[in-house]
């Protein structure tokens, strides 16, 4: 005989913040992607990075991982498409780091996608008022913070 399930209140996951992130993370990443690849051909490791050259007019491989919180190798790969699909130029500057930049195309696609993005945000936080829209990029930036804290934990 099965043991019954357990109810999500029972084990209390349904409160558990990291939790709810991934979940509205996974979700909203899923079906951004989807929607990214669709109309642009590049998927959401590429957009981030897009954003980050956009954000900062460039970077390095390293500054991307360390923003991002993408490892190497996913920085890697989607510079490599970037680079082949004429999105990014980069530039080597010692054995290990490569500074990229965004072409005259890719600044163009980058904004087109912003576009898309700002219009998922807008879904996504429909009924949520200005002011809650703050308190929670507030929440979110003070959690943040907090991360590299998580090593103190057990």
């Known amino acids: 005989m099965a ?5 999500l209140s029972t084990w ?8 709810l ?3 509205v993370y996974n979700k909203v990443a899923s079906r951004s992607s989807s929607i990214y690849l669709a109309r642009f051909g590049v998927g959401l490791t590429d957009w ?15 500054q991307i991982c360390d ?8 920085v890697s790969r989607a510079v490599s498409r970037l680079k082949t699909k004429g999105i990014a130029v980069v530039t080597p500057i010692n054995r290990r780091d490569l500074k990229i930049e ?20 807008a879904n ?3 009924g949520v008022t200005e002011e809650e829209k ?4 507030a929440i979110l930036r003070k959690v943040l913070g907090n991360v590299p804290t998580i090593t103190k934990a057990g």
């Open 3 to 7: 043991p019954e399930k357990a109810s």
């Open 12 to 19: 209390g996951i349904d409160n558990y913040v990291p939790a």
């Open 21 to 23: 992130i991934t979940w």
């Open 48 to 62: 981030r990075i897009i954003a980050y050259l956009g954000l900062f007019d460039g970077g390095t491989n390293a």
């Open 67 to 74: 923003y991002i919180g993408l490892d190497k190798a996913a």
């Open 102 to 121: 965004l072409t005259k195309e890719g600044r163009e696609l980058g904004e087109e996608i912003l576009s898309v993005a700002l219009e998922i945000e």
């Open 124 to 126: 996504l936080l429909a």
């Open 134 to 137: 703050q308190q929670l990029l």
